[in-house]
């Protein structure tokens, strides 16, 4: 198994083909995309990838980055990692929220989690207006990875109060799958 990993991340104006020229030089250099996480925001274009490859791949496609991102109007960087470490007495969860919209909501969440020591993993919003009324919406959708040793009811029971304080629709069940 290889193991050489290389975190990138890209972000600029968005157009058709960025995803097809950054996925051909990363296969070109014989690297494989493990992970990803792309999106428009805005008028911008975001990725995050996650590549692997031999050590000797990963140098040249760092080598390579820097023409790409000038070619494509991006502002690219890189690092290397390594393999994500999973700790076997984390349960992985899932949380959903939504309510109207307003400042503070993922800072709040993030420290009900944070003041625990739960781990947010993976984490997207969005914004919306709701049908009929136009009310401007709010939606949080994350993986959050929970201590095994926790009381589970007790947690749930200490979010749904916390949710309900700030007047936020949610949800938070094991990770299917």
């Not at 307003?102 to 020591?117: D, K, T």
């Amino acid at each position: 198994m290889q193991n050489n990993f290389l975190v990138i991340s890209a972000l600029g104006e968005d157009r058709a083909g960025i995803v097809n020229e950054l996925s051909r030089v990363i296969s070109d250099t014989g690297c494989n995309i493990e992970d990803s996480r792309m999106t428009v925001l805005g008028g911008d274009f975001a990725i995050i990838l996650l590549v692997e490859g031999r050590w000797n791949e990963l140098a040249k496609l760092e080598a390579t980055l820097p023409g790409v991102g000038r070619r494509l109007g991006l502002a690219v960087h890189a690092k290397r990692t390594t393999p994500a470490r999973r700790e076997g007495n984390l349960l992985p969860y899932t949380v959903e929220v939504v309510s109207i919209d307003h400042p503070g909501i993922v800072n709040q969440l993030a420290n009900f989690f944070s003041s625990r020591e739960i781990n947010i993993r993976d984490m997207a919003t969005t914004s919306y207006a709701a049908a009929h009324t136009g009310t401007p919406m709010f939606q949080v959708q994350m993986t959050v990875d929970v201590p095994a040793a926790m009381h589970i009811a007790r947690l749930r029971e200490d979010f749904m109060d916390f949710c309900d304080q700030l007047n936020l629709d949610a949800i938070i069940e094991p990770v299917k799958g």
